[in-house]
């Protein structure tokens, strides 16, 4: 996908994911790869981000003898993701309205 | 490659970040490679070698810096010539970090050449700036001393030149600020075609691993 995810937009995403359930790193990069085409390195900053924010908080797992590390969604991260859905909600209802706009020409 | 050489090297690589901070990277790549199943060929396959991860990380690591610390509302405490001094120092370590991590692969060469010459492009506006400044209230001083040196041969003269020497003088304070807004922008143009490209360098791994 040619268009670029902006880095409020990620945030929303990764947000939106962590409010269903807690996920670790490559099962949370994994979802959003599904659909988008980004990075592992672009997954590490953004949740750092994220939790230098206080938006997510992170615990350790034991699992096969290594630690995985879980992020959790916080309750200011729970604010942040209705504030994101607002803005996004107002954001692409104006691209669609403009971009997916019946036109008079368009073969009618 | 082993993996436990793989991220020895990468944390090699990883200069500029604090010890807790590259755990930090070390312990989230570590934990991918693991849960993903990457070892060996994989893992350069899927991440590049060490250095090149380590370059993707930091460019993403400075540009993510950069965007939040221009968001964030000023230091109430920390004076506007401090900020400035901040940014600008944040700014060139930006342009630093990208220009190093571009250099790991062919096929950005083109892309450094650009970011290079924008960057010499700013400095000779800045010199050309202050140049043209410097002139400006040399001209000035010289009307101005000229004037009162023949102050008692004509003193029409001596006027009309020290007032031209003073528009000079005081046009400095009016073109000092404009001078500094030109090349300001300048940079930032620079500053934000680093951006793009370092958005679309940390993008994908697939940027000439295959050389590795």
Do not use: C
Not at chain 2, 20 to 44: H, P, Q
Not at chain 2, 96 to 109: A, D, E, Y
Not at chain 2, 122 to 140: C, E, S
């Amino acid at each position: 996908m040619a268009m670029q995810l902006s880095s409020d937009l990620m945030d929303g995403l990764v947000l939106a994911l962590l409010s269903d359930e807690d996920l670790y790193g490559y099962a949370l990069t994994k979802q959003v790869q599904e659909r988008f085409s980004v990075s592992e390195s672009t997954m590490y900053p953004v949740l750092r981000r994220l939790k230098s924010k206080g938006w997510v908080t992170t615990y350790d797992e034991p699992f096969e003898g290594r630690n995985r590390r879980y992020y959790k969604i916080s309750d200011e991260g729970r604010s942040e993701v209705v504030r994101i859905q607002d803005e996004w909600r107002t954001f692409s209802g104006n691209v669609n309205e403009i971009m997916m706009a019946e036109r008079g020409d368009n073969g009618e | 490659m082993e993996n436990n050489i793989y991220f020895t090297q990468l944390r090699g690589h990883l200069f500029g970040l604090t010890e807790d901070e590259r755990d930090d990277v070390l312990a989230f790549y570590r934990e991918y490679a693991a849960d993903a199943g990457l070892s060996g060929e994989k893992l350069i396959a899927e991440f590049g070698t060490p250095k090149q991860l380590a370059r993707r990380v930091l460019v993403d690591y400075s540009i993510r810096y950069d965007d939040v610390a221009d968001q964030e509302a000023p230091d109430e405490g920390s004076s506007a010539t401090k900020q400035f001094k901040s940014r600008i120092r944040r700014q060139l370590n930006l342009l630093w970090v990208v220009v190093v991590g571009l250099v790991t692969s062919v096929v950005w060469i083109p892309a450094i050449i650009v970011i290079l010459l924008g960057l010499f492009v700013v400095v000779l506006v800045a010199v050309a700036v202050i140049l043209i400044l410097l002139a400006l209230l040399f001209t000035g001083l010289f009307q101005v001393v000229g004037a009162i040196a023949i102050i008692g041969q004509s003193w029409q003269t001596a006027l009309f030149q020290g007032g031209l020497g003073l528009i000079w003088i005081g046009l400095q304070f009016i073109a000092w600020p404009v001078g500094f807004v030109v090349v300001r922008t300048v940079f930032r143009v620079l500053m934000n075609f680093v951006k793009y490209i370092g958005r679309r360098f940390t993008r994908k791994p697939q940027g000439g691993v295959k050389h590795a």
